[in-house]
């Protein structure tokens, strides 16, 4: 008897389905971290002199609100975060899906890297417990 007609339905069914590689995964997931990050130090950067706020804020210029003083008044440099935050989101994701599309890497180890990444940027946007690791890196140039 031939052993290759003699498949089970499910046997079949899985010769059928494509095999779904996880590179994707990660790079949805990895792109908006870094994301996250770039609003995280754009942010601080911001706080340090007048100068690099204007910096920061003159990449977002093209945001209705961002200059000005309607009735809402203006988002300011927040603006300047807001898109560079948005440049490293879509072009990280588009470049790691590219790269990574046949790849696999083992998921049940990036959800906990992901999750500590994402606790680490959320604690780094809280400014009582950022302000005095940004005042001691200030002091020491």
């Given amino acids: 008897m031939n052993q290759s007609t003699n498949k089970t339905p499910a ?9 779904l590689y996880s590179g994707p995964l990660i790079a949805a997931t990895l792109a908006p971290l870094l994301g996250f990050y770039t609003l995280m130090i754009s942010h601080h950067v911001s706080r340090v002199t007048k100068e690099l706020d204007k910096l920061v804020h003159s990449f977002g210029h093209w945001i209705p609100g961002s200059l000005g003083s309607g009735p809402d008044g203006s988002i300011g440099s927040y603006s300047g975060k807001e898109t560079l935050a948005l440049v490293v989101w879509f072009l990280s994701w588009a470049i790691f899906h590219f790269l990574w599309q046949k790849q696999d890497f083992p998921v049940n180890r990036w959800i906990p890297l992901f999750l500590g990444a994402l606790a680490f940027v959320t604690l780094c946007l809280f400014h009582p417990f950022i302000d005095p690791i940004l005042l001691l890196l200030l002091s020491a140039r």
């Fill in 11 to 19: 046997a079949a069914n899985d010769a059928a389905t494509p095999h």
